[in-house]
């Protein structure tokens, strides 16, 4: 079975400054990731894809993840934080033994102070 | 391109009334996923349809719930009688299969209150 872990439920950095989230994946297979950032009162906005090409995925918004088949990791970056990104962010992965189904994990508020 | 159109964006009712929540895929998608979030449990998967066909309802609560599918334009999911734990947030998202695992988009959620 595969699985999800984010390991920050909380994250605040100040504006100007980068961003990590962090991530760890369990899966049996080549899983297929993704990032979505949930603003509040809307729905979940993909903010990019790991699918086996690039282990670097460059996403929307200045964000990218890079895969680390080693660590289990699919960590979210940005090097400089702005006020626009604070929200809530899910690291999610695709479970293949159930055909498209997506394994979401607990998510990361990202607060980011002036 | 229109995305993912659910409604209403909120609803709010009293115990024991019926819900309707009304979702419009996006075009072309070929699976269908009803999800619903809370504080306590997050993102929960009730139920998702390939081809208008339900695949898969295991996450779906109780009786009081069912869905359907129609057309591959319109899914509706359907609470009677709803009950004051039934508050929640429920997304509708869709995908299209395609070649490998594509990511599936989300509405922008129906707000249920139920009193």
């Known amino acids: 079975a595969q699985s999800v872990t984010q390991l920050d439920s909380h994250v605040s950095v100040s504006e100007g400054t980068p961003v990590l989230l962090r991530c760890n994946y369990s899966?049996?297979?080549?899983?297929?990731l993704f990032w979505y950032v949930q603003h509040p009162n809307k729905g979940l906005q993909l903010l990019l894809k790991?699918?086996?090409?690039?282990?670097l995925v460059k996403g929307i918004n200045g964000f990218e993840a890079e895969f680390k088949k080693s660590e289990t990791s699919f960590h979210l970056t940005k090097p400089s934080a702005h006020m626009s990104d604070a929200a809530e962010y899910f690291c999610v992965v695709s479970d293949w033994d159930s055909s498209y189904k997506l394994i979401f994990g607990s998510g990361t508020r990202l607060l980011v102070r002036p | 391109d229109a995305g993912v159109i659910q409604s209403p964006r909120h609803e709010v009712t009293e115990m024991g009334q019926e819900v309707t929540l009304r979702c419009k895929p996006i075009?072309?998608?070929?699976?269908l996923f009803w999800y619903r979030q809370t504080m306590m449990r997050g993102l929960e998967l009730l139920i998702y349809f390939n081809n208008n066909v339900p695949i898969d309802d295991s996450g779906m609560p109780e009786d009081r719930f069912s869905a359907k599918m129609p057309n591959a334009s319109f899914s509706t999911l359907k609470i009677q009688p709803s009950e004051p734990r039934d508050s929640a947030v429920y997304f509708c998202?869709?995908?299209?299969?395609?070649?490998?695992?594509?990511?599936?988009?989300f509405g922008d959620g129906t707000r249920l209150s139920i009193l």
């Open positions: 790991y699918t086996s090409a690039a282990t």
């Open positions: 075009s072309g998608h070929d699976y």
């Open positions: 899966s049996s297979y080549s899983p297929s």
């Open positions: 998202a869709s995908s299209f299969a395609g070649q490998g695992n594509q990511p599936q988009h």
